[in-house]
């Protein structure tokens, strides 16, 4: 991978640190000087030094993407484009998949990592790790969508969800955020569904204590900070 990459992702600042750093001739693989972030190295097999310092290789990378609509959050499809077509290869080469899913047509914040354990953690429906989704709705809610959001209400499969907090997100009630802790296939727009309603765009805005980066636009990701990936380990309870 590349050395700039594997800098950035082992703490050692943003890419423009990395940068700094590698002009400044301290970063050694191999006892060799690296001074372009484009050079490759293999930190499985390399002794990368950095400051005289030996880099600890992290195994695992965990990423938050801002999902785009039209592609599919799986690591293979037949006809459509993946999360995983959006990453850069050598990101793809450490083989993430999304943690958990979201429709073809839903925006906002996906995890991806190769951790089976985080992933499978954070899905776990045990943990009940809450997710909130902004939505546009076709009419505004009322005070009894909130009451019955509250209490569970039963989808078109007989399923009733576990208590959910919804809201106006400012003054206008057909934009609202939605908070559940579970992950039933389509289950926000069902929850509208069994209220005679229609979700008409959906977007995830956080996931555990973590939300989605504004900077990032739809279909860019970046790593997760060390904070983050922390917090959403305390969020779904450390074994
Ligand atoms: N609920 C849905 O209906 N769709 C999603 O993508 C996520 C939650």
């Given at each position: 991978m590349r050395i700039d990459k594997l800098l950035a992702n082992s703490g050692y600042g943003s890419r423009k640190e990395v940068k700094k750093l590698l002009k400044q001739g301290v970063v050694k693989a191999n006892g060799t000087i690296l001074k372009s972030g484009a050079a490759h190295v293999d930190p499985e097999t390399m002794e990368i030094m950095i400051q005289g310092e030996r880099l600890v290789y992290k195994k695992y990378?965990?990423?938050?993407?801002?999902?785009?609509?039209?592609?599919?959050?799986?690591?293979?499809?037949?006809?459509?484009?993946?999360?995983?077509?959006?990453?850069?290869?050598?990101?793809?080469?450490?083989?993430?998949?999304?943690?958990?899913?979201?429709?073809?047509?839903?925006v906002g914040l996906l995890l991806l990592t190769n951790d089976g354990k985080f992933a499978h953690t954070l899905t776990s429906p045990k943990k009940e790790v809450p997710k909130t989704y902004?939505?546009?709705?076709?009419?505004?809610?009322?005070?009894?969508?909130?009451?019955?959001?509250?209490?569970?209400?039963?989808?078109?499969?007989?399923?009733?969800?576990?208590?959910?907090?919804?809201?106006?997100?400012?003054?206008?009630?057909?934009?609202?955020?939605?908070?559940?802790?579970?992950?039933?296939?389509?289950?926000?727009?069902?929850?509208?569904?069994?209220r005679g309603n229609k979700v008409l765009f959906l977007k995830r805005v956080q996931v555990g204590n973590v939300r989605i980066d504004d900077d990032l636009k739809r279909g860019e990701y970046r790593d997760l900070t060390e904070e983050e990936i922390e917090m959403l380990w305390e969020e779904a309870g450390r074994e």
């Open positions: 990378v965990y990423l938050m993407m801002n999902k785009p609509q039209g592609v599919i959050s799986a690591t293979e499809d037949n006809v459509h484009r993946t999360v995983i077509d959006l990453l850069e290869s050598e990101d793809a080469v450490r083989s993430p998949f999304p943690v958990g899913r979201l429709d073809k047509d839903t902004e939505a546009l709705l076709s009419k505004g809610i009322t005070a009894e969508d909130i009451e019955v959001f509250s209490k569970g209400i039963m989808l078109d499969d007989g399923y009733v969800t576990k208590p959910a907090r919804l809201r106006k997100k400012e003054e206008d009630a057909a934009e609202i955020l939605l908070t559940i802790t579970e992950g039933k296939f389509h289950q926000v727009k069902r929850m509208f569904e069994a």
